[in-house]
Structures are given as structure tokens and as C-alpha cells.
């Protein structure tokens, strides 16, 4: 017999395989799909960084877009709010701000909207893009816009936003725009 955490294979003994179980019989078993051992312990299989335990697969399948999971860790993790991860994700690290969203301060998983007037497409940004001519009065109708092409003319304003948006006309009985860009 061999000792712990020796396993006989012919005449020899020798350290159990990366990624196998090994027993006192000498029986040796990879692990499934996602998983590995943990160093000096090959009597058992755990779910590999970036895969989390999963009751109904009976086994550790890879973490979706969204979350994230270390090794060792047979939990499911989701990101903070307005954050997102890349699917396989090992670490909180990984989560990234959502489009629409940008890194707010240093903290690394704080992520503010982009403010009416601003936007952006892009994950993972230090700051929120103004519509184009938003010195002309461009705006967004919401917060969190993630498109150039959420850009409007600002209520009492008509027109394309990044070309010039023009005043509407002040009447005694209100403002009134021209009947395509009223707002």
C-alpha cells in the first residue's frame, strides 16, 4: 500500500493526477466538466473558478453573464447593481458597469446613471458622453441613455440634436412648435 496522498499505478507510487480522484484502493476517477482538486486533497472534486455547483445539472456548470464564482466556491454570485460580467466570471472583480452607466468615484463596483443630457454605449467607462449639441439645448428623455440617438431637443426647443435645436415660438397662449418636433 501507499501512503496518503500516494496512489499505487503498477509497482509504483505516485502522487494522484491533476484534476483526479484518487482512494485507498488505488482507483482513480477524473473530475467532471468544471471541477478540479484541491491541492493535497485528491479524495475530492469542487467546482473550478468561474463555475459554481449547480443542483439540478448534478455538477458545476459554468456561471452565466451576470455573476461570478471562485474557485472552490460551489456558490453563484450575482454583480452589484448595474454591473454585468462576461459569462465564466471568477471574481466580483470581473463585473463591469452596464452601458448607460459609468464608474462612479473609486470604488471599483460603483457605477452612477449617466445624467438626462449624457450617454454611453460602452461598458465599463469613467464618464457619461453629452449629446451632441447639448449646448444647444440637447437633452435625453431619460437617465441611463445608452445612444447618441436618445438625444432630443429640450421641451420649448425643436430641431436635430448635434445640428441645432431652435427656440419655439413664445405665443400669448403657450409655446408652440412645429407639429413634427412639438414636445
Known amino acids: 500500500a501507499c501512503a496518503a496522498p500516494l496512489v499505487r499505478v503498477g509497482d509504483l507510487c505516485t502522487a494522484c493526477p491533476a484534476n483526479h480522484t484518487c482512494d485507498a484502493a488505488g482507483r482513480i476517477a477524473p473530475c467532471p466538466p468544471n471541477a478540479l482538486t484541491v491541492a493535497q486533497d485528491a479524495t475530492r472534486c469542487v467546482c473550478g473558478a468561474g463555475a459554481f455547483l449547480h443542483s439540478a445539472a448534478r455538477g458545476c456548470v459554468p456561471v452565466p453573464a451576470g455573476g461570478y464564482s471562485g474557485e472552490n466556491d460551489a456558490r453563484l454570485y450575482m454583480c452589484p ?33 449617466c445624467a438626462l443630457g449624457t450617454y454611453q454605449p460602452q461598458k465599463n467607462q469613467s464618464a457619461c458622453e453629452e449629446c451632441p449639441g447639448a449646448s444647444t439645448h440637447a437633452t435625453t428623455a431619460l437617465a441611463a441613455s445608452t445612444s447618441a440617438a436618445a438625444c432630443v431637443c429640450a421641451a420649448g426647443f425643436y430641431g436635430t440634436p448635434g445640428t441645432r435645436c431652435t427656440a419655439c415660438t413664445q405665443l400669448s397662449r403657450g409655446v408652440v412648435c412645429p407639429p413634427a418636433t412639438a414636445r
Open 81 to 113: 447593481q448595474n454591473t454585468t460580467s462576461a459569462p465564466g466570471a471568477a471574481s466580483e472583480n470581473e463585473c463591469q458597469c452596464l452601458p448607460g452607466f459609468f464608474r462612479n468615484g473609486t470604488a471599483p463596483h460603483k457605477c452612477a446613471a
